[in-house]
């Protein structure tokens, strides 16, 4: 049997999943932070938004899609989703002991710290409301400060379709917003990976209120949990999609370097 080339030789890479095109805004900072390590890509496009549904539905299908992951070299997974990680990250960490799972934590202690006026907002979804997760953060960093939590599910689709500067979407976003900035909040959590993507609407309706966005910080606790044992091959980053294939690699052109997409 031949040889295959040295870039597409099997080697340890970092799985990341989400729902739909939110995690690439966190896939971006890991290539940044780790320019020489080979990702994985799974947008879950099929069942977006993740958000709504059930958590016990949600768990089925992060668990499939880390099965997918795992089985084509994963040595990290990076539940690039708050609500994929409200609902799944306490489940695979105990299913999966010796893997090293990544997940999103609303970022209310950074906002909670930096705040002047005391009182912070959090753009999210209702799922990462309503988890566990969520609430333990409130309860261990947001003593002594107004958390204005503002469930905005349509912000996803509107994301995921680009349409950010649309009359239409710029007045969803807005009617997320604006209350959030007439209650004198200074800094606005995005707690869902989609939302950097709206960033310049949201700035535009929030012009003094500092966004803070978790994906540098999670790209930082992927170097420090990656097993030291394990030396990155070079290899092409690799996007797949349950869902449309051929809308998907354009996204992914658009906002990533080029990578194979199935």
Known sequence: MATPPPDLLPGPKIGVLDSGI???????????????????????????????RPAAETRGYVEAITRFLLERGAAVIVLACNA????????????????????????????????????????????????????RVLERYAAGVQVL????????????????YTPESRAIIRGYVQPLVNANADHIVLAC?????????????????????????????????????????????????????DRFAAVVRRVMESGNTR
Do not use: C
């Open 22 to 52: 939110g995690g690439l805004s966190v896939l971006r900072e890991i290539h940044r932070l780790l320019p020489h390590h080979p990702t994985l890509y799974y947008a879950d496009q099929a069942h977006l938004p993740y958000g709504p």
């Open 193 to 245: 990976t989609h939302f950097p993507f709206l960033s310049d609407t949201i700035r535009e309706f929030a012009p003094n209120a500092t966004l803070v966005d978790p994906a540098p910080a999670v790209a930082r606790q992927v170097a420090r949990v990656w097993p030291p044992a394990l030396r990155p091959h070079p290899a092409p980053h690799e996007y797949f999609t349950s869902g449309d294939k």
């Open 84 to 135: 994929a990680s409200a609902a799944s990250l306490y489940d695979l960490r105990e299913k999966y002991p010796t893997v090293p799972f990544v997940g999103m934590e609303p970022a209310v202690k950074p906002a909670a710290e930096a705040t002047k006026t005391g009182v912070v907002g959090v753009l999210t979804t209702r799922t990462t409301a309503n988890g566990h997760l969520y609430q």
């Open 149 to 164: 939590t503002q469930i905005a599910p349509e912000l996803v689709q509107i994301a995921e379709d680009g349409s950010q």
